[in-house]
T-cell receptor, first 115, second 109 residues
Framework: DAGVIQSPRHEVTEMGQEVTLRCKPISGHDYLFWYRQTMMRGLELLIYFNNNVPIDDSGMPEDRFSAKMPNASFSTLKIQPSEPRDSAVYFC?????????????FGDGTRLSIL | DAKTTQPNSMESNEEEPVHLPCNHSTISGTDYIHWYRQLPSQGPEYVIHGLTSNVNNRMASLAIAEDRKSSTLILHRATLRDAAVYYCILIQGAQKLVFGQGTRLTINP
């Protein structure tokens, strides 16, 4: 079975540019999560969706970050304008609701470098 | 979110059992205990979860204290591929995972 698919795997861009990260969750999963991982702060939840609706975006660092889920099979995380401190590995994960008894499945991540 | 406490690092030898502890003294009755691990340059990977009873799967065993204030992840026979950061996480109702710093496990050949 295909797992969570993220693209691109690596992105290098200059400060001020718009960055779009993409995620395809596992078919049939109704929850989708975006995480960010840095050495300083570890793994942080940015936002999560249930049935394509954003439920909790309290982890989104600032207005430069936005996330959308136009349908059950696709989500984007956008940074505009990007800054060097946004450099991190961004993970997408999906799961099926069962009250905490089912795991989240993570993608391989997008390693983002802002110069 | 209920907090967990884990040692920053542990070391073991290949083919020996490894016991990774986790304290969660503020756990509530409906919190599930989940363990994930993250291998180098990969996303986190689910290992095991439990509520009250000990659990076994093909990857590991989870031993949960009777008062549920602590748990131990057991790798029965560690291999070099088990070297990773192991996270103990409590989940209550909502699906969100709150990752702590985890335990960095080193396996010596």
């Amino acid at each position: 079975d295909a797992g969570v698919i993220q693209s691109p795997r690596h992105e290098v861009t200059e400060m001020g540019q718009e960055v779009t990260l993409r995620c395809k969750p596992i078919s049939g999963h109704d929850y989708l999560f975006w995480y960010r991982q840095t050495m300083m702060r570890g793994l942080e939840l940015l936002i999560y969706f249930n049935n394509n609706v954003p439920i909790d975006d309290s982890g989104m660092p600032e207005d430069r970050f936005s996330a959308k889920m136009p349908n059950a099979s696709f989500s984007t995380l956008k940074i505009q304008p990007s800054e060097p401190r946004d450099s991190a590995v961004y993970f997408c994960a999906s799961s099926k609701w069962t009250g905490g008894t089912k795991p989240q499945h993570f993608g391989d991540g997008t390693r983002l470098s802002i110069l | 979110d209920a907090k967990t406490t884990q040692p920053n690092s542990m070391e073991s030898n290949e083919e020996e059992p490894v016991h990774l502890p986790c304290n969660h003294s503020t756990i509530s009755g409906t919190d599930y205990i989940h363990w994930y691990r993250q291998l180098p340059s990969q996303g986190p990977e689910y290992v095991i979860h439990g509520l009250t009873s000990n659990v076994n799967n093909r990857m590991a065993s989870l031993a949960i204290a009777e008062d549920r204030k602590s748990s131990t992840l057991i790798l029965h026979r560690a291999t070099l591929r088990d070297a990773a950061v192991y996270y103990c996480i409590l989940i209550q109702g909502a699906q969100k995972l709150v990752f702590g710093q985890g335990t960095r496990l080193t396996i010596n050949p």
